[in-house]
RNA sequence: GCAGGGGUUCCCGAGCGGUCAAAGGGGCAGGACUUAAGAUCCUGUGGCUUAGUGCCUUCGAGAGUUCGAAUCUCUCCCCCUGCACCA
């Protein structure tokens, strides 16, 4: 068989006729299949594409057949780093590494026979291409969803650019396992994806035909949460209450200047008095030593002192303080003059007389433990620059802010504010554990991280972010919970209580305020990070259970007593057991137990039950354990319902020493010594049971639901109540309220690499970053750039230089290029009209293509390209420019191929299967068949050379049937067989289950090969036989001559009338009757075989047969035969019986199906042709009767024999 | 840990309440054809048993629902894939 010839021939006929070449056409349906575009690496394609393509090309072309106006295109992601790299290493440039590598692609693909529209391809390494990248990036730019944000980003040094948090996997570059992604501070450009969180992650509930799997994944990754935002206030100079503000104010101002009221104010609130805020001397015409002895004078700086300045008030404070013999705890200057300059250039000969301008810095630094340093970026007075050079000479913190007023001069500055109490809008799921916070944690990767560590503990933190730094990432994923104190403490908002703020690694940075709320009670991780700090954990949520069966279930008719309670583990001194009451009044068995007796500890409450209970009364220790729990119930004796609030506690004996107890006790209750893995057998009181796993466990945070308690006006509150109830508190307090978060971040698109598209942006010293102007695009890659040391786009002046297209002036393009997800998140857009120069694409054609019907591809897509093309789609349908929202309306994954023993296909092993090679020594469609047959096509499959020799034997044994085969007439047997084969494989191939079909093809196949089939089965045939082997049905399809081509010819429709399951049980009964001839023949030693007498028994007339047939309605139904047979109490009592009698009958349904139908005489005399064919004479003997059969041994189906 | 998908006879893989000792392929065994090998074709491929048949055991382990379970439910074990301290 000449593969090659064939394939060549029909894949040249099929281009030269533009066979998959498709035009809109509003009289035909469309069906737009799509499988995602490939990366073009020189290394080409290996058999694992092949895979991808072949699969959407079956479904393709079975489409064509069905008439359907069929896009199936193909493109190029031609842009991106690899293709850079490996142009650097192999010393060309990567436009012409990339359209080599293109050319090798089409070459390949072409060779597949795959049905591709080779007009549509899509290149995105084209200008033409990615001129609409950039114009959707000025579009984006237009609506305000593009940023440009000095960030921390993932830098891969291999790769010397920027990653995108879904490129980072495990700390290691997407692209280099070996390689750690470091951490880098760049001005980056930003896609507000974001601002469709919310669309994209419900929109993922109506995507109901992409994989589950894929939904979950993204779900997962945009990570929605519903929670409440707390705002935790951060002193910066540490607890106000304790300290002593001293302000100074402006030249001009004086003491009740709106600066100053508002800020005093402030502070009064948070409990502290301003110690000293004067009224400095002549504030219009100020001298320094004339102030500066009014302030020594008339306040004593302290320790505790917090000197807070504006304006020229900071340079009186840096003035006075190296003259201080105490170190003072802060110094927060807002804008602070350092030169006599102003903004506007005019002299002011008063203030350059106030002093020197001349400042001890280092003094200064020496005599305050803390300095911050505030700039309004828009001072009118102080001139831009001032504060910041300030700050470096003190080494203080440095905070750029716009002020309500210039100057920050207005009643009220949020910006001076937050320095002074730093607010944190912490993120929590968990309001309504608020009162039980006992610390806060920050992220140890956190900007802001540093502010918050006081000189005492700067190098314990430090210390400790070394740590860090010195683990591989791999390490850091499985380390412990670890942190360090910073020396800060935030105030929990809802009862003003000081908590200290932690750094630790378990805590991500840029999800919510990179700081969390730590209530170590409720909260694993939390818990587990104060046992190992010894911070304190505070519970305030209490099991609570309600008794609501038997007779101590709640009464409501009774009122409710509330008691404080106690239970006591009493543990033996020696041994390892436990003591319990197994009570007699009641069915409770529980430890000891009692109530607080008034002016009573819950310590002596211990003791005094304990030794009352249990008789033992050495006690060593006494020691509460777990949480308290409330339990309700109705107390028989006293008649009433029973609030009990239960402390636990751990009673350690010291010695036996022990007396009876009373018999008031022990006529209630007997004292057992319960061994420790029994006790949680024995006790059965919920609550006690609770506390006791609580106890073997070694203490746990309590997660689950119960009642508020330590929580003020709270307490008594469901916990599942508590979280609106407090979160409406909160929002009225205006220091919460309700938010969403997500987990998706804005996708940072720049990279600093050559090969991608380059954002159109012009930086203008005078006007910053402009887009470019829509008539100038594309902004073509030059191919003049040398590579090396960073970002090659540097290299080219001529092209970097260029006007500011607002003002006209000198401007320099961004080098930034873009992400590649930027061109592949709308290409499959550019197929419905790729060769547009005027628009991104003709709307109308746009309409009538997309979106996606079917879109093919890898599973790894699933949280990038999939989320930014929807992203994207969503933007364009936003602009107007489509009609849907989302890209695709099925997606499916193919499995992945590997090698042979299920090895991964690499390189480095060796094993990678190429298609031309595999092609050279099979055929294509062998290969295709082969690949198909293997699994279904999202399963992994393993290659293996042995198993494609099975695929290359049935596709030979077609190729030969078919050349020297006259037709006849089909017989109903192969009329029935062709019928359900072409609708089982219909049905296949619209689930993608190709392995099914292809079985179902080989079968019909086999049968075919014996029989005299006609033109017209031999052209279904082959048409079913399309899909999977196109090139060899287009040759047998002329071979049996018919005008080209199969592949648009019409699908054929299997009529469901011709299959007839019968005839299939005549076979069968032939095959056992041939078998059973040969058989005896063998074992009677008969050379030949002269007469063959059959007994048959009449099966059908079974009257049961009858009423099952009538009962399954055509289909074969067990349940329903057995319905029909009986009622479900005799089912019950006899369906066992009657079973083996029903499967008998079951099994031949094929008989029953067609009943009347059914020609007794002609089917017996169907089995005797074909026997006598073999065997010479055949004489058939009909029983009568069941009875009569039965007497010859024949029974229904089986035929009993007797051979001459 | 969370989410998704799995564990089927020698291997790969279908089946997802009754016609199931379970498709198909590969492997293996036997036979036919050949001097032989290969290719091809046929037969067999859990165990015991019959002339036809029937019985027992088996679809990760255990329990359950049902007249009936590879298939449904629960628990447990193991594997893969993805996310990973998301507050």
Redesign the pocket.
């Known amino acids: 068989m000449e593969f090659k010839k064939i394939e060549q021939k029909w894949q040249t006929s099929w281009e030269k006729e533009k066979l998959f070449e498709v035009n809109e056409d509003s009289k035909k349906k469309k069906f737009y299949l799509l499988e995602m575009f490939p990366y073009p690496s020189g290394e080409g394609l290996h058999m694992g594409h092949a895979l991808n393509f072949v699969i959407g090309d079956v479904l393709a072309r079975k489409k064509i057949m069905d008439g359907f106006n069929v896009l199936h295109p193909m493109g190029y992601d031609a842009l991106g780093l690899p293709a850079e790299n490996a142009a650097i290493k192999a010393g060309t440039h990567p436009q012409d590494y990339t359209n080599k590598a293109i050319k090798h692609y089409i070459e390949q693909q072409k060779a597949l026979g795959i049905t591709y529209d080779w007009t549509r391809v899509v290149n995105t390494a084209d200008p033409k291409y990615y001129k609409w990248d950039q114009w959707i990036f000025l579009k984006m730019f237009e609506k305000n969803l593009v940023y440009q944000k000095e960030s921390s980003v993932n830098w891969c040094p291999k790769c010397n650019t920027v990653l995108a ?1 879904e490129q ?3 700390g290691k570059c997407w692209r280099h396992e070996d390689t750690n992604v470091e951490i880098k501070k760049l001005k980056q450009w930003f896609l507000k994806i974001t601002d469709y969180a919310d669309e994209l992650y419900e929109g993922i509930d109506k995507l109901e035909d992409w ?3 894929t939904r ?2 993204q ?3 945009i ?1 929605k ?1 519903h ?1 409440t935002e707390i705002e935790f206030e951060i002193p910066a100079f540490g607890e106000i209450k304790d300290k002593e503000f001293v302000f100074l104010h402006a030249f001009g101002d004086n003491s009740k200047s709106a600066f100053w009221v508002w800020l005093k104010k402030e502070i009064e609130q948070r409990g502290c008095k301003v110690a000293f805020a004067p009224n400095l001397p002549n504030a219009d015409n100020p001298s320094l030593e004339e102030q500066e002895k009014h302030v020594l004078n008339n306040y004593d700086f302290k320790e505790n002192s917090v000197l807070v300045t504006h304006s020229l008030g900071g340079t009186l404070a840096m003035k006075i303080i190296p003259k201080l013999k105490t170190k003072i705890n802060g110094l927060l200057m807002v804008a602070p003059p350092l030169k006599c300059e102003y903004k506007d250039n005019k002299k002011r000969p008063i203030l350059e007389k106030y002093c020197d301008w001349k400042f001890d810095f280092k003094k200064i630094k020496n005599n305050v433990k803390k300095i911050i340093v505030i700039e309004d970026e828009k001072d009118h007075i102080v001139p831009f620059g001032h504060p910041k050079e300030i700050a470096k000479e003190l080494d203080a913190k440095y905070v750029l802010g716009i002020g309500n007023q210039t100057h920050y001069n207005s009643d009220k500055e949020q910006v001076v504010l937050n320095e002074l109490v730093e607010v944190w809008p ?5 309001p309504d554990t608020l009162f039980g916070v006992t610390f806060m944690v920050v ?1 140890a990767q956190h900007t802001k991280l540093m502010d918050l560590v006081t000189d005492e503990q700067k190098s314990d933190v430090e210390k400790f972010l070394k740590k860090l730094n010195s683990v591989s990432e791999k390490e ?2 499985q ?3 670890e942190g360090v104190f910073t020396g800060s403490y935030a105030t929990n908002p809802v009862n003003g209580e000081k908590v200290p703020v932690w750094a630790g ?5 840029d ?7 730590a ?1 170590p009670a409720h ?1 694993q ?1 939390d818990y587990e990070f104060a046992k190992k700090y010894d911070i304190e954990i505070k519970q305030v949520i209490a099991p609570y259970h309600v008794e609501t069966n038997g007779e101590d279930a709640v009464r409501k008719d009774k009122k409710v007593i509330k008691r404080d309670s106690v239970f006591a583990l009493v543990k033996h001194h020696k041994e390892d057991k436990y003591f319990c009451l197994d009570w007699k009044k009641f069915k409770w068995k529980s430890f000891v137990i009692g109530g607080v007796d008034d002016g009573e500890t819950p310590e002596e409450a211990v003791r005094r039950e304990v030794i009352e209970e249990t008789g033992y009364s050495d006690i060593k220790s006494i020691k509460p354990i777990a949480f308290e729990t409330h339990a309700e119930f109705y107390a028989k004796h006293k008649e009433i319902n029973r609030y009990g609030k239960y402390k636990a506690f751990l009673v350690e004996l010291a010695s036996d020493k022990h007396e009876k107890p009373s018999d008031e006790h022990t006529k209630n209750h007997e004292g057992i010594w319960v061994e420790k893995n029994k006790v949680s057998g024995f006790i059965n009181l919920e609550n006690n049971r609770l506390v006791w796993n609580d106890y073997i466990k070694g203490g746990a945070a309590y997660t689950e639901n119960g009642k508020l308690i330590n929580s003020s006006e709270f307490d008594g509150i469901n916990n599942r109540e508590a979280i609106d109830k407090i979160t409406l508190h909160l929002k009225k307090q205006k220091i919460g309220k309700k938010v969403i ?1 997500f ?1 998706l971040r804005d996708w940072g698109i720049s990279r600093q690499r050559y090969w991608g598209t380059p954002i159109p942006i012009i930086h203008c010293e005078k006007c910053g970053a402009v887009p470019v102007s829509e008539k100038d695009l594309p902004i073509a890659l030059p191919k003049d750039v040398e590579f090396g040391e960073g970002n090659p786009l540097e290299t080219n002046e001529k092209w970097t230089k260029t006007k500011c297209p607002k003002c006209g002036g000198s401007g320099k393009r961004e080098t930034d290029t873009m992400d590649t997800f930027v061109n592949s998140s709308w290409y499959f857009l550019r197929y419905a009209d790729p060769n547009n120069d005027k628009e991104i694409f003709d709307k109308k054609k746009a309409k009538y293509w997309c979106p996606i019907d079917q879109y093919v591809g890898g ?2 897509h ?2 990038m390209h999939l989320i930014y093309s929807r992203f994207y789609t969503k933007f364009l349908a936003d602009l107007g420019l489509i009609n849907f929202r989302e890209p695709a309306k099925k997606l499916f994954h193919q499995g992945m191929l590997q090698g042979e023993g299920g090895v991964k296909m690499s390189k480095s092993k060796g094993n990678v299967v190429l298609p031309e090679v595999v092609s050279e020594k099979y055929g294509i469609d062998t290969s295709r068949l082969f690949l198909l ?4 096509p999202d ?4 290659w ?1 050379e ?2 494609i ?2 695929s ?2 049935i596709i ?2 077609i190729f030969d049937y078919f050349q020297d085969t006259k037709f006849g007439k089909d017989n109903e047997k192969t009329l029935s067989k062709l019928n359900k084969t072409i609708k089982e494989v219909t049905l296949d191939i619209e689930d993608f ?1 190709y ?2 079909a ?2 179902k093809i ?2 019909l196949f ?1 049968y075919i090969e014996g029989e005299t089939i006609s033109k017209d089965t031999a052209e279904k045939f082959l048409k079913i036989l399309s899909p999977f082997c196109p090139h060899i049905a287009e040759e047998l399809w002329e071979k049996i001559g018919n005008k080209p081509f199969i592949s648009n010819a019409k699908w054929p429709k299997a009529n469901e009338k011709l299959i007839d399951e019968k005839l299939e049980k005549i076979e069968g009964v032939l ?2 009757l041939r078998g ?1 001839i040969l ?2 023949k063998e074992l009677a030693k008969l050379d030949s075989v002269s007469k063959v007498k059959i007994f048959v028994a009449p099966a059908w007339k079974w009257d049961a047969l009858a009423i099952v047939k009538k009962a399954c309605d055509g ?5 329903a035969a ?2 029909a047979l009986m009622s ?1 109490d005799e ?2 009592k006899q ?2 019986a ?3 009698f ?3 009958v ?2 031949r ?2 008989e029953l199906s067609d009943l009347e139908k059914f020609d007794e005489v002609k089917a017996i005399e169907e089995v005797k042709v074909a026997l006598e064919k073999e065997f010479g004479s055949i004489e058939i003997i009909k029983a009568e009767n069941s009875k009569e059969a039965k007497a010859n ?1 024949a ?1 229904p189906g ?1 035929p ?2 007797l051979v001459e």
């Open positions: 948090n980072v996997q495990n994989p589950s799997k979950a994944m779900k997962n990754w990570g949460s929670g912490i993120f929590t799921t968990r992220s850091l994923d380390m412990e919970k690694n378990f805590v991500v940075a999800y919510g305020a990179g700081m969390v709320m209530v909260d991780r978060n987990k599973a790894e699933a949280c047959s293997l699994a279904a399963k992994p499959r393993d293996s042995k198993g020799q099975g290359l034997r030979q044994k289950a392995n099914l292809v079985i080989r079968q086999e095959d056992t059973d058989k005896i289909k074969p139904d067990f349940g057995m319905k479900k089912m019950k369906g066992k009657v079973q083996p029903l499967k008998a079951m099994s349904f094929g041994n029974f089986k009993a024999l």
